[in-house]
């Protein structure tokens, strides 16, 4: 008996490590142009190009129970345990689609052990959640092990990102009309994370430039305090900027992050122009008070 590790697409762990580990994926879709498609079968650029030339405003859904049923069912018919780690239950119905399907799974199989963790966050604050539980059930630990090496992992990541504009987060529904259009007209760039599972405010800064300072800055603090392990730098439709922002984190911590893309489920949230770092620490952060 194994234990089998599934996860969601918004968790955008690159294809070779989902591999290595034999990681199971539930794709959420993103709807643009009338056109539906799953995640990772979008092409970011061209939906992200699309996005910012048509001015439309896309939409994402999450799994269907039929689908999450499928990937906790299969491994627990071949007499594995299964550990789902999966995107923020604050920030979709993914995780409770989980809990349901959970629920149909355990009625016909009353001996399986199916454990859903919520990671609190998405794209790889939750990538390095479900790698550490990848990592422990490789190693052969026992199911709270595993669990405990994803929660573990939670409270030693964080993921700080600005938009390049506020007009996505507008129509989002995540910030007013009025806060939108003082924010353009100021021209302000503000750093965001996520907190508790829901995206927050850290502060608002004048440029680009200063916004990535100010994430490069905090990542530096967080580096000399709770020891640097790893980083992903993130961006959307702005692979000159994520560079920028490695080379800044590089410059000051010494580690150089992978610059990646993230896919259209949650970048559409933000907008073309986004770009932000995950990271992991050696030791537990304070991330309910996190300044930049």
């Given at each position: 008996?194994?234990?089998?590790?599934?996860?969601?697409?918004?968790?955008?762990?690159?294809?070779?490590?989902?591999?290595?580990?034999?990681?199971?994926?539930?794709?959420?879709?993103?709807?643009?142009?009338?056109?539906?498609?799953?995640?990772?079968?979008?092409?970011p650029e061209a939906f992200y190009r699309q996005m910012r030339d048509t001015g439309e405003f896309p939409t994402s859904s999450q799994p269907s129970v039929a689908a999450m049923?499928?990937?906790?069912?299969?491994?627990?018919?071949?007499?594995?345990?299964?550990?789902?780690?999966?995107?923020?239950?604050?920030?979709?119905?993914?995780?409770?689609?989980?809990?349901?399907?959970?629920?149909?799974?355990?009625?016909?199989?009353?001996?399986?052990?199916?454990?859903?963790?919520?990671?609190?966050?998405?794209?790889?604050?939750?990538?390095?959640?479900?790698?550490?539980?990848?990592?422990?059930?490789?190693?052969?630990?026992?199911?709270?092990?595993?669990?405990?090496?994803?929660?573990?992992?939670?409270?030693?990541?964080?993921?700080?990102?600005?938009?390049?504009?506020?007009?996505?987060?507008?129509?989002?529904?995540?910030?007013?009309?009025?806060?939108?259009?003082?924010?353009?007209?100021?021209?302000?760039?503000?750093?965001?994370?996520?907190?508790?599972?829901?995206?927050?405010?850290?502060?608002?800064?004048?440029?680009?430039?200063?916004?990535?300072?100010?994430?490069?800055?905090?990542?530096?603090?967080?580096?000399?305090?709770?020891?640097?392990?790893?980083?992903?730098?993130?961006?959307?439709?702005?692979?000159?900027?994520?560079?920028?922002?490695?080379?800044?984190?590089?410059?000051?911590?010494?580690?150089?992050?992978?610059?990646?893309?993230?896919?259209?489920?949650?970048?559409?949230?933000?907008?073309?122009?986004?770009?932000?770092?995950?990271?992991?620490?050696?030791?537990?952060?304070?991330?309910?008070?996190?300044?930049?």
């Amino acid at each position: 008996m194994a234990i089998r590790i599934v996860t969601d697409s918004t968790s955008y762990i690159p294809a070779p490590q989902l591999a290595e580990f034999g990681i199971t994926v539930v794709p959420l879709s993103a709807t643009l142009g009338g056109v539906t498609r799953e995640e990772p079968d979008i092409d970011p650029e061209a939906f992200y190009r699309q996005m910012r030339d048509t001015g439309e405003f896309p939409t994402s859904s999450q799994p269907s129970v039929a689908a999450m049923v499928d990937a906790l069912e299969t491994p627990v018919t071949a007499g594995d345990e299964v550990c789902a780690v999966l995107l923020s239950s604050r920030m979709s119905g993914t995780f409770e689609t989980a809990l349901m399907a959970r629920d149909q799974i355990v009625e016909r199989h009353p001996d399986a052990r199916i454990e859903v963790v919520d990671s609190m966050s998405n794209c790889m604050e939750e990538g390095f959640a479900v790698l550490a539980a990848a990592r422990a059930a490789r190693d052969g630990a026992s199911m709270p092990d595993v669990v405990a090496a994803a929660e573990s992992t939670i409270a030693r990541t964080r993921w700080l990102f600005t938009p390049a504009s506020l007009e996505y987060l507008r129509m989002g529904g995540r910030i007013g009309n009025a806060a939108a259009l003082i924010g353009s007209l100021l021209q302000v760039r503000p750093i965001l994370t996520v907190v508790d599972g829901v995206t927050a405010s850290v502060r608002s800064v004048r440029t680009q430039r200063r916004a990535f300072e100010a994430i490069a800055d905090k990542v530096a603090e967080d580096a000399r305090e709770y020891g640097l392990v790893e980083a992903v730098v993130h961006h959307i439709l702005a692979e000159a900027e994520g560079s920028a922002l490695a080379a800044l984190i590089h410059e000051r911590t010494g580690v150089m992050p992978r610059v990646q893309e993230i896919g259209p489920a949650i970048g559409l949230h933000v907008g073309p122009g986004t770009a932000g770092v995950v990271y992991r620490t050696r030791d537990e952060l304070g991330k309910n008070t996190v300044t930049a």
